[in-house]
């Protein structure tokens, strides 16, 4: 299989190459081990995703690229972002971040991010929130890393409009094995808009994604994440959050695309006083697509809060798990699990799994409403009854119910959003 | 004065539900301009009635026709029949999670409802707070009768039936959908034909608001008996349901 490639070649101090080096044995023990959930995935038909060359502007890549990140909300005119990230398989092709934000936000790659500030990085953000040797995908990132974003917004700056990166697969049967870092500094805000999207005459393909976010005291991360993949690649997203005190995590997640399978069970640890995390996710299951996605929040900060919302439809022969999974860890905490799924095909299934813990915690207070169930007859005959034919009826019910209210969305996201889910509804009734 | 052109023909109307006859051929003809009352005891088929000429399934018809301007509306569906000028405001609507009013309204009337219009019906019913809540969840009695008209003024149907209009509603809001459905059946409507009515009520209550011109006794699946809908409930009060049915001299 592929070489060991050197996470940090310019790294010298000792306390840092020696970390690294464990991560890497850690990484080494742990890179046969299977994921607990989600079909496994032979690593062996795979090469790592190539370099590609850099472009000046946004405008300059080919429209087909334009037109399939936009589904992402990832648009190559930046006057509504404040900073951008562009990666084409291997290689970021492009950083910017807009004048008016220079100092207020660093975007660059998580490799470059290693070699600018190796101890820093190292000691607090580096495999922090995620460990390397989770399974056998976490192992593929640390010993096979292909970049992927660093942005940290410096403490106190509130960034009004949205950063946006993009990681994008132009080839076929690679892996793209990205790590991002997102830091936001102590009483910083800002809006993250991610989209990984692949190239329309892609098939097959793996893209294994460490994500670690950190959230600083009264700081607030807002990050919304639209997946376009297709139906033979696979999606192996390893995801750590750590929240401090009055901290806010605010997650979106919207698949409207098909995919052979998607396994992703992203940790949030709600450690400050009174902080909060909130979790949207919307899901389309289609043609073979098999999907299971969910969220584990650990609430340990005296105060913590959480709420977690999902809403997933399932066509074609779908599999489709919703899980959520609730810790409570100290006694004033509350969190929330809403579950709903709506099963549109025979040849579909879907499975609701909350899961709720009270660990030491006799006052946390922890609930969950899962449902699957169809569309109410009576409601598609109550818009029928006010004029619209049945198959639009129950088209604007399915929108209805994936329609979450999303607060802190950018209104064109918004609108995307909307599109996008109104086209799958639409192709798959 | 000639008789206004007939809307809504019904005749010798039978209909099942399950294996059990509810309408046992009823005749009915509303007139273009007339506002009918129908009244009965519960379980007498009055819903029943009004759901087979909405077109909800379940409502098997085993005799007898529907005519809407002269159709046959019983080989169509709810929407077609809803697009040809028949409009409900139900006793309970269901709520309809992620639609809010606002997109039912504009539904309502047909897409081309301009936005100032949209806004000012809903003033008009004091319902500007619920355009742009999930329709009818957690509204209360008031508010979904007001959401209802709201719906059926943008509608602008040329027949329109209410279930039970006033019911689970206090005085205030009956005040206010009575104004409505008044509004609604006998307000100005140039070049256009005169609208008509079907009003399903218990109490009569709503009579106060609405100028209704002939009632109906639906009895055992029936109707029984025709005349003033004011004197009609005044002999139900004194007398009840069975002694209006015996009485002679309330037959036409």
């Known amino acids: 299989m592929q070489t060991v490639d050197t996470p940090c070649p310019t790294c010298s101090s000792t306390e840092v190459m020696a970390r690294l080096d464990q991560i890497r044995r850690l990484a080494e023990a742990a890179a046969d081990k299977p994921a607990a959930l989600g079909p496994d995935i032979d690593l062996a038909t795979f090469s790592t995703v190539s370099e590609r060359d850099r472009v000046d502007s946004l405008e300059s890549l080919q429209r087909q690229i334009r037109e399939t990140v936009l589904m992402s909300g990832f648009t190559a005119d930046e006057s509504e972002r404040s900073a951008s990230y562009f990666q084409m398989d291997r290689t970021p092709i492009y950083e910017r971040v807009m004048d008016a934000f220079g100092g207020q936000v660093e975007v660059m790659s998580t490799e470059d991010a290693l070699m600018k500030w190796p101890e820093e990085l190292v000691e607090r953000y580096w495999w922090r929130a995620v460990a390397p040797d989770k399974d056998k995908y976490t192992a593929l990132v640390a010993l096979h890393q292909t970049e992927g974003y660093f942005i940290r917004v410096k403490a106190g700056a509130k960034v009004e409009k949205p950063i946006q990166a993009c990681l994008f697969i132009s080839e076929s049967n690679v892996t793209q094995n990205v790590h991002n870092i997102i830091i936001l500094e102590d009483g910083a805000e800002a809006n993250v808009i991610t989209g990984c999207n692949i190239h329309t005459e892609v098939k097959e393909g793996l893209h294994a994604g460490i994500s670690e976010f950190y959230v600083g005291k009264g700081a607030k991360l807002t990050f919304t994440m639209v997946h376009n993949w297709a139906e033979e690649f696979s999606v192996r997203p390893r995801t750590g959050v750590i929240v401090d005190d009055d901290g806010t995590y605010i997650n979106n997640y919207v698949l409207l695309r098909p995919v052979r399978s998607i396994q992703a069970f992203p940790v949030c640890r709600l450690e400050g006083a009174r902080s909060t995390g909130v979790f949207n996710t919307i899901v389309y299951g289609l043609k073979d697509s098999h999907i299971d996605l969910g969220t584990e929040t650990q609430l340990i900060g005296e105060g913590s809060r959480s709420e977690a919302v999902a809403r997933t439809v399932s066509y074609d022969r779908s599999v489709v798990y919703s899980r959520g999974r609730l810790i409570g860890r100290t006694n004033r905490c509350k969190a929330h699990l809403d579950c709903r799924g709506i099963v549109q095909s025979e040849q579909s299934t879907q499975w609701a799994i909350p899961d709720l813990a009270s660990e030491g915690a006799p006052g946390a207070e922890l609930s969950h409403e899962a449902a699957i169930s169809p569309i109410a007859a009576e409601e598609v005959y109550y818009l029928m009854s006010r004029g619209l034919p049945k198959d639009e009826a129950m088209s604007m019910i399915t929108k209805g119910f994936v329609s979450i209210d999303i607060p802190g969305l950018p209104e064109p996201l918004k609108q995307s959003i909307d599109r996008a889910i109104e086209e799958t509804s639409k192709e798959a009734m | ?252």
């Open chain 2, 1 to 252: 004065m000639a008789e206004s052109a007939a809307l809504l023909e019904i005749e010798g109307l039978r209909v099942r539900v399950g294996e059990r006859e509810i309408l046992k051929g009823i005749n009915l003809t509303i007139r273009e301009g007339e506002t009918h009352v129908l009244l009965g005891p519960n379980g007498g088929g009055k819903t029943t009635l009004l759901n087979t000429i909405i077109g909800f399934p379940g409502y098997q018809v085993v005799g007898g026709s529907i005519r809407f301007k002269g159709e046959d509306i019983l080989p169509l569906e709810i929407d077609e029949r809803a697009r040809l000028g028949i409009g409900v405001a139900y006793q309970r609507p269901p709520a309809v999670r992620g639609v809010k009013l606002r997109q039912m309204m504009s539904v309502s009337a047909g897409g081309d409802l301009a936005e100032q219009a949209l806004d000012d019906l809903a003033e008009q019913l004091d319902v500007t707070y619920l355009l742009d809540r999930d329709v009818n969840a957690g509204f209360s009695g008031g508010e979904a009768k007001r959401a209802e008209m709201a719906q059926l003024l943008a509608q602008q149907p040329d027949l329109a039936l209410f279930d039970e209009p006033e019911s689970g509603v206090d005085l205030e809001n009956v005040a206010v959908v009575g104004g409505a459905i008044q509004h609604l059946l006998k307000g100005d409507r140039a070049s256009a034909r005169p609208r008509a009515g079907l009003i399903i009520t218990h109490t009569g209550h709503i009579l106060s608001y609405v100028n209704a011109d002939v009632g109906h006794v639906l009895f055992d699946g029936q109707l029984a008996c025709h005349g003033n809908p004011l004197d009609l409930i005044d002999d139900i009060t004194t007398s009840g349901y069975e002694k209006c049915v015996e009485c002679a001299t309330c037959k036409r």
